[in-house]
């Protein structure tokens, strides 16, 4: 049996970053989908840029929320789908075939937990700036997130009936906490080796690197133990502080 993809678009005045999302929704060859766009009462034409978009299967609802994970629950809420996928504002599906080629991978493999693959980041022009900075691994467990988001959001599809809400305690890394619960129940896990989402650089974890960094700290604490991941990060630091003096000379 065919898959049903929720995938689900929060926005907030993201009039000059939705149509890059908008239109790589609706050039998907596979139509296996619904589209849910969560806005949180937009002041622009945001709301209108979606409606008027050539997609079918589409839902929107535009109201107040208390923040991006508190609307992302909302649009699992409304979600009917096999699978989900988070595809936010000015993030995109990689090329027009890339919704099947999950769905091949979703039935040769018999409805996996998770279905991952790689990211690559762009610019507002949709520009290419390079891969993103940690790489998916070709094996992925729960283990694998001890080093850090080593799958990016949008390119984590999870089944959603392994599916529980975000934890809105996080403001910025609900994310990262709520991709470890998803592994945690995941019993198979299968690897596309291709470049699934094309990110757009500048978003709110972005905007807000050492909170959110602070975050996931407190949450590997919690999920991997707070001495083991003391000490992964006193590596982290290492590595950074050798990255740093290996460009300089360049």
Known sequence: MNPLFSII?????????IPATLRSVEE???????????DGASTDNTVSLAKNADINNMTIV?????????????GLGLAKGDYVIFLNAGDAFHNPNTLQLIADTVMDNDYPGIVYGQTQIVDASRRRLGDRHLK?????????????????????????KLVD???????YSADFEWCIRCLQRSHRNC????????YLSEGVTTANHK?????????????FGVLPTVLRHVKFFIRNIK???????I
């Not at 678009?9 to 970053?17: E, G, K, Q």
């Not at 107040?64 to 508190?70: A, I, K, M, Q, S």
């Not at 690897?191 to 094309?198: G, K, N």
């Not at 909170?211 to 999920?223: D, G, N, P, Q, V």
């Open 9 to 17: 678009t929060i926005t907030y005045n993201a009039a000059s970053t």
């Open 28 to 38: 998907q060859t596979c139509k296996l989908y619904e589209y849910i766009v969560i």
């Open 62 to 74: 535009s109201e107040r929320d208390r923040g991006l994970y508190d609307a992302m629950n909302k």
């Open 136 to 160: 998916a691994p070709s094996i992925l467990t729960l283990d694998s997130f001890k080093d850090g988001m080593v799958v990016c959001h949008q390119a984590f599809i999870v089944l959603r």
């Open 165 to 171: 809400n975000y934890d809105t305690r996080y403001r």
């Open 191 to 198: 690897y596309i080796d291709r470049i699934l989402i094309d």
């Open 211 to 223: 909170a959110s960094l602070w975050e996931r700290f407190k949450i590997m604490c919690h999920y």
């Open 243 to 249: 990255r740093k003096k290996q460009r300089k000379d």
